[in-house]
């Protein structure tokens, strides 16, 4: 299993100096939406200011890009991913939480970026699930590259993925335009590989009491990647657990240092 991390600790390969500041995978569980509103308010969530207007791009037969801020010449792009279900065919319903849970993070990192033609998106999925060996998620992740790699250019793009959409971002990370990947509370199953996350730079943020995604599982992936030669850091969080509710701030903003950082800003 190996060592347990504590708070504050971190398991860095290479020397990266980190800013301060399993089974799944059940919906995001809450306790209803108004917790969540409350956060999205007090962490600015409302992002029809700065930059996009929030416009859903089609990216083709696998779901939509929606754009958070868009910038005329982007000079680097983030996109977020989701989490969702283990199983399920169906498409994500209107009122869809896990995606609610992402636009926190977007304000953020729009925020901290701002003035420097990032482009923020979050991937929106054809379907619910992973779907065991379809790998749904993943897929939609690469359209939405793609789909990215259409609107800005051959712009560095670091992927952030909550749960499901943390497997999917990782196993998107070999695309050549990927710089890294911040994974929240993500879903490591044993197995997943790491060979193409070579060069680069990995940050797994995951509370010990997640009762979706173990973190150990979560450590076990670092050191794999680590292995593989990924620049790769587990930081373990004080609060959370999967929704990442409890201490959301914190989550924020060291979410958003990690982004800034991979995109060397």
């Known amino acids: 299993m190996g060592e347990r991390l504590n708070h504050g600790q971190i398991m860095t390969a ?10 799944l995978v059940s919906p995001i569980v809450m306790s209803g939406t108004r917790l969540l509103e409350e956060h999205m308010a007090t962490s600015g969530a409302d992002l029809a200011h700065p930059g996009g207007d929030g416009t859903a791009e089609d990216v083709g037969p696998r779901g939509v890009l929606v754009l958070r801020t868009s910038p005329a010449v982007p000079a ?30 977007a304000a953020e990192i729009a925020r ?15 379907r619910r699930g992973w779907n ?19 609107l800005a250019g051959n712009v560095p793009v670091v992927l952030v993925g909550h749960s499901m959409g943390g497997r999917a971002a990782l196993r998107a990370a070999g695309d050549p335009l990927v710089r890294g990947v911040v994974g929240l509370a993500p879903w490591c199953p044993a197995g997943e590989p790491v060979e193409h996350l070579r060069g680069r730079g990995v940050f ?16 076990a992936f670092v050191r794999r990647a680590r292995e593989a030669g990924a620049d790769a850091v587990g930081i373990p969080m004080a609060a959370g657990g999967h929704a990442m509710l409890r201490g959301a701030g914190a989550w924020h903003r060291r979410t958003a240092a990690l982004t800034e950082s991979l995109l060397g800003l």
């Open 204 to 219: 797994l943020l995951h509370h010990e009491a997640d009762r979706v995604t173990p973190a150990a599982e979560s450590w």
């Open 14 to 23: 290479c020397g990266r100096r980190v800013p301060a500041a399993v089974t």
């Open 132 to 150: 065991g060996p379809r790998c749904d998620a993943a897929h939609d992740a690469q359209a939405a590259l793609g789909r990215l790699r259409d």
């Open 76 to 105: 680097a792009a983030v996109l977020l991913l989701h989490g969702g279900h283990e199983h399920g065919m169906e498409a994500p319903p209107a009122l869809n939480l896990p995606a609610l849970r992402m636009r926190p993070f």
């Open 112 to 126: 901290v970026t701002r003035g420097r033609d990032v482009l923020v998106a979050e991937a929106r999925y054809a």
